[in-house]
């Protein structure tokens, strides 16, 4: 966004999710195109956008079939939004959902458009298995082919090794860890005691049901094949249970991540509506925040950081220019209110 006062000011109305669920749990059988579409209709029928036509609808998945080289544009349609609304894919990782609010928010900020969707989905459920090189070769080969005998000898190479899948890996190619296993290096590294992080579980279960129960998430959270809670949610654990569990990502006695204190692997869906204060006000829509500062930072985890130690810089830049936009206001108000008037005579 403009930190300089000449943009426009971006409103955040509102958003809405489906229920977070384990992977190969309830929704082992949907597509990322069908969370992706729930979680859009959730944002189109509470804010009554049934058949409208918006400045733009960005969002992503990491991990997601060829088949859905454009699932923006085809979730959007099937969420209702009008045909007429661009939409495009977007991709960073972890950050993919930020980033296409950053994306949204700046066009707002830029007066390019007056209202868009941000969002994004996940799903280890429908992730993609593909064959090997060898036997995408023998195929294209085939595929290229303009004769009988040239479509036939290419299957002549085939051998048994061709039809082991490779599954997409859940592991950072470059240091070949997944994210536990990283994420217990940074731990170690920080002495952060296993204690501590069975606490943080036990409170993060304990306030989750507590905000179910409370009603907090019923304008949120869209029930979607027939599931109206997170089913990540453990009801019944206790520090004593959590504390039980063995670590799962290093066997040493240093270790202190375990499956009770490691986020579990889960499908998903989410988006919301930012806009800009004109949009909404003429639209009658609520206006619950604003975005106004938004960073991204990148570190060297192959042989310095932890693997997910970016956000903590990323965060510090935005306090900074917080902290810099405020003390900039703050002299211009003092500066003009200091400014003697003008005479009458």
């Keep these: 966004m403009l930190h300089d006062g000449r943009g426009n000011r971006v409103a955040v109305v509102g958003g809405s999710r489906i229920p977070f669920c384990r992977s190969h749990s309830i929704y082992k059988n949907c597509s990322n ?3 992706m579409a729930a979680a859009l209709s959730g944002v189109v029928n509470k804010f009554d956008l049934k058949g ?5 609808v960005a969002l992503g998945a990491v991990i997601k079939h060829s088949r859905d080289w454009n ?3 085809e979730s959007l349609i099937d969420a209702g939004l009008s045909p007429r609304t661009p939409g495009v894919d977007l991709q960073r990782a972890c950050g993919t959902s930020l980033e296409a609010c950053a994306m949204i928010a700046n066009k707002i900020a830029l007066g390019q458009i007056d209202s868009g969707i941000a969002g994004g989905t996940d799903s280890i459920s429908d992730a993609p298995i593909v064959y090997n090189d060898d036997y995408r070769a023998i195929m294209l080969d085939v595929f290229r082919a303009r004769s009988v005998l040239q479509r036939i000898l ?10 082991k899948p490779l599954f997409p890996g859940v592991t950072e190619p470059r240091t070949g860890l997944s994210m536990g296993q990283s994420m217990e290096i940074t731990a170690q590294e920080w002495d952060v005691p296993r204690e501590h992080q069975d606490q943080l579980a036990l409170a993060s279960h304990v306030k989750a049901a507590a905000a179910y129960d409370a009603g907090w998430y019923e ?11 997170d089913n990540n949610i453990r009801r019944d654990t206790t520090f004593e249970k959590l504390a039980a569990l063995k670590p799962v990502f290093d066997k040493s006695e240093d270790a202190t ?3 009770g204190n490691s986020t579990p692997l889960t499908d998903g869906a989410a988006a919301v509506l930012l806009a800009s204060e004109d949009w909404a006000r003429k639209k009658n829509l609520p206006i619950e925040a604003y975005l106004t500062f938004v960073k991204v930072s990148a570190v060297n985890f192959i042989n310095d950081e932890g693997l997910l130690m970016a956000p903590v810089y990323a965060v510090r830049k935005c306090s900074e220019m917080r902290i810099y936009a405020y003390r900039t206001s703050t002299s211009t108000k003092f500066m003009r209110h200091s400014q ?4 009458l005579h």
């Design 257 to 259: 991540m375990t499956a």
């Design 52 to 56: 409208q036509t918006l400045g733009d």
């Design 71 to 73: 699932l923006a544009r």
């Design 154 to 163: 290419p299957w002549f190479r085939l051998r048994p090794s061709h039809f």
């Design 219 to 229: 304008d949120l959270v869209v029930p979607f094949m027939d599931c109206e809670e």
């Design 33 to 35: 195109q069908e969370l």
């Design 340 to 343: 003697p008037r003008p005479s």
